[in-house]
């Protein structure tokens, strides 16, 4: 059964970071695609960021240039640092594993960002 567990949000002011990780009880982690998704209150679920088995990565209009992206293969954790955080990146953030060969996807439970001053 494949476990995806997300860890490292938090509080934290405006213009700070964080770093999210990722971990995923697959066999072959490289494989997957890897997408970090985020709710806010009263919104629906959006793509943040992605990376493929390839190393390509996509990022949504609203955090480009803040956010970044990465996966470590040996370790089958996938990380999103963020960096100059805004009050409306506020959510419960997602990670997404795919699995290109069966066409399923597995959640995390999520974990809470709270930018707040």
């Known amino acids: 059964q494949v476990q995806v567990v997300e860890s490292g949000g938090g509080l934290v002011q405006p213009g700070g970071s964080l770093r999210l990780s990722c971990a995923a009880s697959?066999?072959?982690?490289?494989?997957?695609?890897m997408g970090w998704y985020r709710q806010g209150p009263g919104n629906q679920r959006e793509l943040v960021a992605a990376?493929?088995?390839?190393?390509?990565?996509d990022y949504a209009d609203s955090v480009k240039g803040r956010f970044t992206i990465s996966r470590d293969n040996a370790k089958k954790t996938v990380y999103l640092q963020m960096n100059s955080l805004k009050p409306e990146d506020t959510a419960v953030y997602y990670c997404?594993?795919?699995?290109?060969?069966?066409?399923?996807?597995?959640w995390g439970q999520g974990t809470q960002v709270t930018v707040s001053s």
């Open positions: 990376i493929t088995s390839g190393g390509i990565t």
């Open positions: 697959v066999s072959i982690f490289s494989i997957y695609r």
């Open positions: 997404n594993a795919f699995d290109y060969g069966t066409g399923k996807g597995y």
